[in-house]
């Protein structure tokens, strides 16, 4: 048994979404429903059951869940005792922040990482910082470095990694808003 197609049940029984799966396992809609297909074939009964509005487990995948998890735990173990019998952590990470919280903290954070864990695969995805913890509650993601909201959904463990400061960067020139700048003597009105 192939066990990219196990990876990739276990991310179409995670998400019950082709599109959302096949970006999980970065291959194309088509490559995940083939490989699925195949795997069905080779396990011989359905392991979902899909129409063009819902994919859903049989009572079949859902026990296979454990089969799936299982095997594919047991190789990454014996791949990291035959390659090296040490103790080396093994696995992948994947991470999202937006491209400037890649520059301010990701690079001490990964410099670490890679000097204690080598063998950890690390992938990286960048976008819109208010999208974060949605990708890490979908499952899209490991991580994320974001701005700690002010009510922290209970699945996510926020951990404080440093400060950015919030600077507003004006106009030197004589406009309206150097004005009402200038012409305050208490803090301004940013709303």
């Avoid at 899909?50 to 487990?57: A, E, F, Q, T």
């Amino acid at each position: 048994m192939d066990h990219k197609h196990l990876k990739y049940f276990l991310a179409l029984a995670k998400t019950l979404h082709f599109a959302r799966a096949s970006e999980l396992c970065h291959v194309s809609a088509p490559t995940l429903s083939r490989n699925i297909k195949h795997l069905e074939e080779e396990v011989g009964v359905a392991l979902f059951m899909r129409d063009n509005r819902s994919v859903k487990l049989t009572k079949e995948g859902e026990s296979f869940i454990d089969y799936a998890t299982a095997t594919l735990a047991n190789w990454q173990r014996f791949k990291a005792n035959v390659k090296e019998p040490q103790q080396h952590i093994y696995g992948k990470v994947s991470i999202y922040c937006s491209v400037t919280a890649s520059y301010s903290f990701l690079h001490q954070i990964l410099e670490q990482l890679r000097a204690q864990h080598q063998y950890i695969e690390i992938t990286l995805n960048t976008g819109d910082p208010a999208l974060a913890i949605n990708r890490v509650l979908d499952g899209h993601e490991s991580m994320a470095i974001a701005a700690k909201p002010a009510k922290l959904p209970a699945q996510i463990a926020f951990v404080d990694i440093g400060h950015s400061p919030l600077v507003l960067i004006g106009p030197k020139v004589q406009c309206t808003i150097t004005e009402k700048l200038t012409s305050c003597s208490e803090e301004p009105d940013y709303s």
